[in-house]
């Protein structure tokens, strides 16, 4: 039993026994468009909906997202979790950043998703994402992956992916609290798995429609940081961890579909939207996510970056069609490309784009030649 001799009791004190004060930790994307900052208010009541919740602003100068001498960034609330740290009514919500004008900073990809998710054309579709979301765990001031002797090398990899066992799988109690966290806070995460390289993970989230999907994965992301930050341990979502020898690489893979790709003739929707995203190749790889020209050698289940291909049960493809999708005649897809780091706000709102927005002339006439 906790006592009031330890920290840990305080922590969990419960609030509503005494006020309807709650803890807000508001969360947002920092200047590198991956690092993740947060800081926490007091609220007077609890609040359902993020439209009733507070803007607020940090000190942008601190994040690389603005000058000292105008360092205001104004937050805004999107999304509401409960916060699996603090229990009781206290939540976490996910907000994007704006100039005091009301301008997005550029590193607000949100606000960007919002304006093509709510394009009738696609909100229509009801576009579903899943993320695979891979991370490697380090350990702390060496940054060597966890479960890796210091100054050297485990064995080859072949027994870690799905791997159980002490010399198979590191980190396990990492991996499950965030996953039973996540559940606690209402993030849609679907799965996780131990991964090829020893030290590194999975979780999957989702499908989520739309926007939610990039909620949901900076929501996952957040808890994770907090559980490895209680662990002592270092997260990264490195695209390639350990460059040399043969250790694979971490993506975040984008599984994708649209209503009438889950629909009777799906099948050939996917094959349409695959087309589409092959055309603009170079323009999707640009924006998912940096260094992610270290991952996609072609090796170590990823496609050269160089060229773009699919295939069905493919796991060497930039896009990977399902044996279940091929043979159901519909159902979705899954973009291997993405990196670790990438922003889901970009990638989720760019696939909608190009797949439902983007008509190139004579695309009907190039897919059947
Ligand atoms: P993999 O076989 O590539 O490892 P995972 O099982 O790890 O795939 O992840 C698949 C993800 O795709 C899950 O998050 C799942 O919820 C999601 N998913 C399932 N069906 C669909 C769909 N129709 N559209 C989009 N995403 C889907
Ligand atoms: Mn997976
Ligand atoms: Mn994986
Ligand atoms: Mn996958």
């Given at each position: 039993m906790l006592t009031p001799s330890s920290l840990a009791f305080f922590e969990n004190l419960d609030l509503s026994e005494v006020t309807k004060q709650i803890i807000a930790e508001y969360i947002w994307i920092g200047g590198s468009g991956c690092d993740l900052r947060s800081k926490a208010r007091t609220l007077s009541c609890s609040m359902?909906?993020?439209?009733d919740l507070p803007k607020w602003n940090y000190d942008g100068s601190s994040t690389g997202?603005?000058?000292?001498?105008?360092s205001e960034v104004i937050l805004y609330p999107q999304a509401i979790f409960r916060d699996p740290f603090r229990g009781g009514h206290n939540i976490l919500v996910i907000c994007d950043t704006y100039s005091p004008k009301g301008e997005p900073l550029p590193s607000n990809n949100r606000a960007r998703a919002a304006r093509i998710f709510e394009t009738e054309e696609v909100a229509m579709e009801e576009p579903w994402f899943g993320l695979e979301q891979e991370y490697t765990l380090l350990q702390k001031?060496?940054?060597?992956?966890?479960?890796?002797?210091v100054g050297g090398y485990p064995a080859?990899?072949?027994?870690?992916?799905c791997g159980v066992g002490a010399n198979k799988a590191w980190g396990r109690d990492i991996v499950n609290a965030h996953y039973k966290a996540c559940l606690y806070a209402g993030v849609k995460v679907s799965g996780i798995n131990g991964e090829v390289m020893p030290g590194q993970w999975e979780f999957q989230v989702g499908p989520c429609v739309g926007l939610d999907a990039g909620d949901h994965l900076i929501c996952a992301r957040y808890i994770l940081e907090r559980m490895t930050e209680i662990a002592n341990v270092v997260l990264s979502f490195e695209?390639?961890?350990?460059?040399?020898?043969e250790w694979n690489g971490a993506g975040c893979h984008t599984n994708y579909s649209t209503k009438s790709m889950r629909s009777a003739g799906g099948y050939e929707v996917i094959r349409e939207a695959i087309e589409k995203l092959g055309l603009r190749h170079k323009e999707h790889i640009a924006l998912?996510?940096?260094?992610?020209e270290k991952r996609l050698?072609?090796?170590?289940e990823t496609a050269s970056m160089d060229k773009f291909s699919w295939g069905v049960a493919?796991?060497?493809?930039?896009i990977r069609v399902g044996r279940e999708t091929e043979a159901d005649g519909k159902g979705y897809f899954e973009d291997?490309?993405?990196?670790?780091?990438?922003?889901p706000y970009l990638v989720t709102s760019m696939i909608a784009e190009t797949t439902l927005l983007w008509k190139p002339v004579g695309l009907k006439e190039k897919a059947s030649a």
């Open positions: 359902t909906s993020p439209k997202q603005a000058q000292g001498d105008d001031d060496i940054n060597w992956p966890l479960g890796w002797p080859p990899q072949g027994p870690y992916y695209p390639k961890p350990i460059p040399t020898g998912y996510g940096e260094g992610n050698t072609g090796k170590h493919d796991r060497g493809a930039s291997r490309r993405p990196s670790a780091n990438m922003d």
